[in-house]
Nanobody, 125 residues
Framework: VQLVESGGGLVQPGGSLRLSCLASGNILKIDTLAWYRQAPGKQRELVASITSGGNSKYADSVKGRFTVSRDNAKNTTDLVMDSLTPEDTAVYYC????????????????????WGQGTQVTVSS
């Protein structure tokens, strides 16, 4: 299973960015997809998550500004970030808590806690 993030970059305060994450492999089912971030010198923190049923949760610091979504058919998740501030500057990581894949006909495997490589988001004037 591979998770690949895209969409990061440099944006001015008050601007917006859309991050995307694609999960690839012979995926049968993904449980919760999540976005984390890690700023320099800080611990990695949960930003937003969304279950396979579409229930989402957000960190208090991003509520009302960020929106997480997913497409179960395409195994993707997006994070739309509005009203960005310098405090949002971090490397953003895509995470899957549990994913079931087909490894060969009639045989499946379950992987837990899978991470993407991260994408840098910098908010600066």
């Amino acid at each position: 299973v591979q998770l690949v993030e895209s969409g990061g970059g440099l944006v001015q305060p008050g601007g917006s960015l859309r991050l995307s994450c694609l999960a690839s492999g012979n995926i049968l089912k993904i449980d919760t997809l999540a976005w984390y971030r890690q700023a320099p010198g800080k611990q990695r923190e949960l930003v937003a998550s969304i279950t396979s049923g579409g229930n989402s949760k957000y960190a208090d610091s991003v509520k009302g500004r960020f929106t997480v979504s997913r497409d179960n058919a395409k195994n993707t998740t997006d994070l739309v970030m509005d009203s960005l501030t310098p405090e949002d500057t971090a490397v953003y990581y895509c995470n899957v808590d549990r994913v079931v894949v087909t490894v060969e006909p009639g045989r499946v495997m379950t992987f837990i806690n899978q991470w993407g490589q991260g994408t840098q988001v910098t908010v600066s004037s």
